[in-house]
């Protein structure tokens, strides 16, 4: 029986100091993947000609207008003939037998249609942490089956470790090109709530960590997540009490935190509405501030939000809520 076909899906801007990497790995692959597509996002450091240059026939490069990764990598997809869809970013980049492990991992587990793995960070200094997954999972552990509750806990797919089935990618409608910040959590969780998937323990993929090319705008990515999670809150992705009400702890949580993030950049009238929003759900603690904040005067919430216990509370990278790489703030 053949294997299935792979088609690589790679989303660039301004990659010319990077790319190279990436696409390399790609075609060092003990099982070279079929297609090859990579997505300018309207580069304007020569990145589409360098590949056709470099790579000529082998890759597809799509020369797109500079709108988002969202969008670049949703026309990309959109063209990909393979059965299985593998996702890359241009300055991350893989093992030699990343695909091979994976094929062997949807060979074992034929139910799965979407699938992650681990990695590690890794700096021009050398390697900064051994596992992305240790993040989100203390162990990290081979889980195979419904994965949309911890997925809603956590968004703990590494972008560019998922290979995901085509059919599966567009039964539940693609990437959403409007949502620029977690348009991958979007996708995941839609996959998620429809189809089984699986998740690898092996370090199979290098996460280019460094300050340049990392997003600090933890605020509009806690923004987007908050209206991911009120979507679960509502039912519109599965419909039990129990996912529902998990979805509905994870908002309030993000409305508290960008509230008060609101409140602290004196967008008072907004930190307050979000506030308010805070007091849905969650720990009796944070309802409780929630509901102080929503309803104090403007000169008494500002001072409050400076305590030192309150700090931690702001901007911290929440485990719904990985860093982003510049590429996918376009």
Known sequence: MSRPTVSVVLAAYNATWCIARALDSVFAQTMVPEEVIVCDDGSTDGT????????????????????????????????????????????????????????????KHPQVRWLSSDGDYVSAEGRVKDSWLADYFQPPREIVGDLFEP???????LMSSMLVEAGAYHAVGGINPFIVYSHDYDLWLRLAARHPGGLMTDHIVHYWFHAAALSRNFDARHRDNLALMEQVAAGKLRSEPALRALGAERAAGLAFDVGLAAIRAGRHGEGRALLARARAAGPLKRRLLATLGSALPTGFIAPLTRLRWLKGAVLRARPGAPILKSGEDA
């Open 48 to 107: 589409p000609e360098f590949v056709e240059q470099r790579y000529g026939s082998r890759v597809t490069v799509l020369r797109l207008p500079h709108r988002n990764a969202a969008a670049a990598r949703r026309d990309g997809l959109s063209l990909a003939k393979g059965q299985w869809l593998a996702f890359l970013d241009a300055d991350d980049w893989w093992n030699v037998d990343k695909l091979e492990r994976q094929l062997a991992f949807i060979a």
């Open 151 to 157: 997925l809603v806990q956590r968004c703990f797919p």
